[in-house]
């Protein structure tokens, strides 16, 4: 059975199949992939999990990453995940949802509350690591996503045609707690949500605070950096230190080092800005706002394995500062489809 072809395990996983040999139960292989019953392993790793039938469909949960396997990567290589990638269902983070302590055998059909379908683009990837589609027009990669090969060539010095991944948003319900799980500036988030949701585009906007709902129904101008919002609210220094009572000199002296915004979940806080006014227990900021990793340096250039989000730019104005409402959040680098 070991010699058995990948796409013939995954179509008795989709099916559940009971294998005679082995009582019954749901279990076939190939040399690195082994449907268990109610889970499909890539090199010992989840890679998919049957959550049971909804509207007399089959539901699965599939992994959109490629994880780490002792000092290699495994959980899922390209042309398994390109295996299972018309099951039906969604597709996360595994460690993502494990971070939150969401234990993803548990999960079923039920807790599936909505997702969105992700989004795929056929590119070939050249020897030289650059992209082409449609034959011979140059492609650059966004920042969102993964390269999922059709097949495995072994070699390095071959041109290889697969697919972009963009993997979807996904409204997980787990011990009476709504979780969005999504991307945001090419990483994967998953934030508890403060109310029950009944969809993806609900649970977005669950997470906007009142002030942000309202200056966008009234056309103001709204910047956001993860879950910071920045609402404009005045142009000049003297009108926010007015506000506050403050005299410009000494705001400025005391001013001039970038600051943290302030996170209950996060002390030592992971977004800085330049500025902060904070009168009547309002906030209120100007300058850059720059992301970074604990114990990174705020102003590195960002990218994979650099802070999380591009530097946003608020000079030349008052912004209004909100965080947004999750109860908590977990945020997982490295390749995410």
């Known amino acids: 059975m070991g010699t058995m072809k990948n796409s013939v395990v995954v179509k008795h996983f989709q099916n559940q199949d009971p294998n005679p040999k082995y009582n019954n139960s749901c279990w076939w292989e190939s040399e690195h992939l082994k449907a268990r019953d109610k889970v499909l392993l890539s090199w010992g790793q989840p890679l998919c999990y049957f959550l049971g039938t909804k509207n007399d469909q089959p539901m699965f949960l599939k992994a959109g990453e490629t994880r780490r396997q002792g000092n290699g990567w495994g959980g899922g290589s390209g042309n398994h995940q390109w295996a299972i990638f018309d099951l039906p269902g969604p597709t996360v983070a595994f460690s993502a949802l494990e971070a939150a302590h969401i234990p993803l055998e548990q999960l079923t059909t039920d807790n599936i509350i909505d997702f969105e379908e992700g989004s795929r683009t056929n590119v070939t990837k050249l020897a030289n690591g650059t992209y082409v589609y449609e034959g011979n027009v140059e492609w650059t990669p966004p920042r969102q996503g993964m390269f999922m090969p059709w097949r495995e060539t072994g070699n390095k010095g071959l041109d290889v045609r697969g697919s972009w991944h963009i993997l979807e948003s996904t409204l997980i319900r787990w011990s009476e707690h709504d979780y969005l799980c999504s991307l945001d500036e090419g990483r994967y988030f998953v934030s508890q949500l403060c109310q029950a949701c009944t969809s993806v585009e609900d649970a ?13 129904a009234a056309g103001k101008e709204v910047k956001r950096q993860g879950e910071w919002f920045f609402v404009h609210a005045y142009d000049k220094d003297e009108e926010v230190l007015g506000v506050a009572g403050i005299a ?41 706002v720059y992301h970074r990793q604990v114990g990174g340096n705020p102003r590195r250039s960002w990218g994979r394995g650099g802070p999380e989000h591009a530097p946003l730019h608020l000079e030349g104005k008052w912004w209004a500062t909100y965080r947004n409402t999750s109860m908590a959040n977990w945020s997982v680098g490295g390749r995410f489809d």
């Open 248 to 288: 410009f000199k000494s705001w400025l002296k005391e001013g001039s080092k970038q600051k943290s915004l302030p996170d209950a979940s996060r002390p030592n806080g992971l977004h800085h800005v330049r500025y902060i006014c904070m009168p009547d227990g309002r906030m209120f900021s100007t300058g850059v």
């Open 204 to 216: 977005f906007q669950s997470l906007k605070p009142w002030p942000v709902k309202s200056a966008e």
